[in-house]
């Protein structure tokens, strides 16, 4: 079955937690005894209704305050389809959380509060969500019951979302819901006979994703397995995940960074010998020639390795992470997939003050060593990275080659 | 690529991370269905190499024997090594005291033995069989979860992360707990283990037992737990999950092969670990546990 990654973004309060909470009742994905809790608790808060975001704000902070702090990830499958929603953090301070949940979506929900409106928070999502090139986007007007269900205000709301698109590239879907009566969720509302798309469970059991075709073939490598057993004693494999394309057995190869050059002997997956490698499949793959190749170098094809450019200087938009604002008197680490290079900053002029946390901002690095240059546009990949601060240890920022 | 194969390829891929980027890992080990998937997916990620580091199991002396029997089969099958924490030595050495009441559990005494033998061993990185669908607190949890050198997990300062960057950098003491199957659900699992054909501890398929019932739920006899005005009954029973005996409740089920536990898991109305009484203490149990060092 496949399998479709969601993320929710909007501003804090905007019931991101209840739409995940009402999906989960109405996909029967709540278990008796995680549904009379959830009943429980919200007759002991004194709400005359079931307060579905108990389903999901895990940490007692979060609970006492009524907000999402961090991500949770919720599991789900209908009929159709298999779901993991990364239910995201609204407030602006913990933007980071939001990122995290983000990154490894197919497809965004965005919630508006229909008496609010586009908010600032609901810009920097977007803003986040075009950075990370999010193929579908799909607005949920909620609270349509709080407004009537008034399409003159539902239609001025969407003008701000064209507004705010209007560069966008992926794809933009909008409907008007209401997460607490359960309106355009499982089936279309007779309260919005103006709205004639598909409810929300419709929409997400049925959207397609657009799968790139990427030309660049890198395998990154994790781990030299070396047994020294003596059934195997001159096995020397090189275990890693293809990033990026695909290999065959007989490839001719260029190691990154080395240039070093052979030929591919055999693929490994687990004691069996396969012909073809494709993207994000583990492997191990052994090499005709003994070369000296290390965890963090990758193995290139030959043909059209020329076309990868390898570089000390790039640039890049950066989403600040830490607390601690960018110190540009000291070193990070840009982690490339598994490979790990020092680095220095210089932002753009513009973006000189920028780095606080949740900033994004672009700047120039120069490398300490070469890394796989390739715009995060042209492949999503390869182009992206983390920066470390070594100092704190913490993820410093996430980048996009520019 | 179907959905399980896509979870194994995640998994493996941790997996030589925790290798690659710590000195001294070490798989945590229970004996349960995860511990044994882990286990397998360990194997494949450095076949045909040997596992690259040690398997840890806390011993809290409230096992089921079953399980203790199929985790030494297991290591003589896959050449794995074993480190073994006892809570009895904890209790001994005066760190902890045992539990009293009606429910005396072992189960939060084992952090403290957990946090001693990573101390011991200096392992800076422990592999935990944790799912992301089995508990609120867990569902927030990262691949990598930075511990500090209390063992403890701060829920409001997570790393984030990106993709599949995995920073697993650490300060001298800290250490990370590693989650490769966070995203397989219960069916996931199950559904691994028919399609790999892993050997499962026999407590998992149905069974005779004494048992008896207390607060709607039917727990096997042992000697930890006093049985006071309880009928003990001789019933058919599997248990879903494996924790200690003296906090695991058994369901009544004739399944007895993988088909008929995954059909029953997805008509059951109860969640995995509404059959923990260690999770139903309070509303945030399991947080509390994680904020100081449990797995």
Not at chain 2, 205 to 229: A, M, N
Request: hydrophobic share 35%; aromatic share 8%.
């Amino acid at each position: 079955m496949e399998l479709l990654r969601i993320v929710t973004a909007g501003s804090v309060d905007d019931g991101k937690s209840s739409l995940i909470g009402r999906l989960l009742f109405e996909t029967n994905s709540l278990k008796d005894d995680q549904l009379d809790h959830i009943v429980q608790k919200s007759k002991s808060k004194g709400i005359d209704y079931i307060d579905f975001s108990l389903a999901t704000d895990g940490l007692l902070t979060e609970r006492e305050q009524g907000i999402t702090i961090d991500v949770s990830n919720i599991y789900f499958t209908t009929k159709k389809r298999r779901f993991i929603i990364a239910d995201a953090p609204g407030h602006v301070e913990y933007t980071r959380n939001m990122i995290t949940g983000a990154s490894n979506a197919d497809v965004a929900i965005v919630l508006i509060d229909a008496r609010k409106g586009v908010l600032e928070q609901t810009e920097r999502h977007v803003k986040i969500l075009q950075l990370l090139g999010i193929s579908n986007l799909i607005f949920v007007v909620n609270k349509m019951d709080l407004i009537d269900y008034d399409l003159t205000k539902f239609q001025s709301i969407e003008k701000d979302i064209q507004q705010l698109t209007q560069e966008a590239k992926s794809k933009i879907h909008l409907l008007p819901i209401s997460a607490l009566k359960g309106d355009n969720i499982v089936s279309v509302s007779k309260n919005t006979p103006w709205y004639e798309g598909l409810a929300l469970l419709d929409l997400i059991e049925t959207i397609t994703l657009d799968l790139p075709q990427r030309d660049e073939n890198v395998f990154q490598i994790q781990w030299v397995i070396r047994p020294q057993l003596k059934e195997h004693h001159d096995y020397r494999g090189f275990a890693g995940k293809v990033n990026s394309g695909q290999f065959n057995v007989g490839d001719e190869i260029t190691v990154f960074p080395s240039g070093l050059k052979s030929k591919i002997k055999q693929i490994d997956r687990y004691g069996t010998a396969i012909n073809t490698l494709h993207e994000q499949e583990n492997a191990t793959i052994i090499l005709e020639d003994e070369i000296d190749l290390s965890r963090g170098s990758s193995i290139l094809s030959t043909k059209g390795e020329e076309r990868i450019e390898k570089t000390k200087q790039i640039s890049a938009t950066l989403c600040w992470m830490q607390n601690q604002p960018l110190n540009l008197a000291q070193k990070y680490l840009l982690q490339q997939g598994v490979h790990l290079v020092q680095t220095k900053l210089t932002p753009s002029a513009e973006d000189a003050t920028a780095f606080n946390l949740n900033d994004i901002g672009t700047s120039s690095l120069r490398l300490s060593e070469p890394i796989l240059g390739t715009p995060y546009k042209d492949n999503n990949q390869i182009g992206r990275f983390i920066l470390i601060d070594p100092q704190t240890n913490n993820t410093a920022a996430v980048g996009f080659i520019q | 690529m179907n959905t399980l194969k896509q979870l194994e390829e995640e998994a493996i891929y941790i997996i030589r991370e925790v290798a690659g980027q710590f000195n001294q890992p070490a798989l945590l080990f229970s004996g349960g269905k995860d511990s044994i998937v882990l286990l397998h997916l360990c194997s494949k990620a450095f076949y045909p190499g040997k596992i690259p580091f040690p398997l840890l199991h806390i011993d809290t002396g409230h096992n089921f024997q079953e399980t203790l029997d199929h985790r030494d089969y297991l290591m003589e099958k896959y050449q794995a090594h074993l480190e073994v924490g006892y809570v009895q030595d904890s209790i001994d050495a005066g760190k902890v005291l045992e539990e009293k009441g009606k429910y005396p559990s072992r189960n939060s005494l084992q952090t403290v033995t957990l946090l001693d033998a990573i101390e011991k061993h200096k392992f800076d990185a422990c592999i935990g069989g944790a799912r992301r669908d089995e508990e609120k607190a867990r569902a927030k949890e990262r691949i990598f979860s930075v511990r500090d050198d209390f063992g403890q997990w701060n829920e409001k300062l997570q790393r984030p992360e990106l993709f599949d960057l995995l920073n697993g950098r650490i300060h001298s003491g800290e250490n990370v707990r590693a989650f490769p199957i966070s995203n397989w659900t219960e069916l996931d699992v199950w559904e691994y283990i028919k399609q790999e054909k892993l050997e499962l501890p026999s407590i998992y398929f149905s069974h005779k037992r004494d048992v008896y019932q207390r607060d709607g739920q039917w727990l096997p006899t042992c000697s930890f737990h006093l049985i006071e005005k309880e009928k003990i009954e001789n019933k058919t029973v599997r248990f879903r999950t494996v924790g200690d005996i003296s906090c695991t409740a058994a369901v009544l089920s004739d399944a007895n092969t993988i088909d008929e536990i995954v059909d029953e898991i997805k008509s059951s109305s109860f969640s995995e670990r509404g059959a923990r009484m260690d999770d139903k203490r309070s509303e945030g149990a399991m947080e509390e546990r994680k904020k100081v060092g449990y797995f």
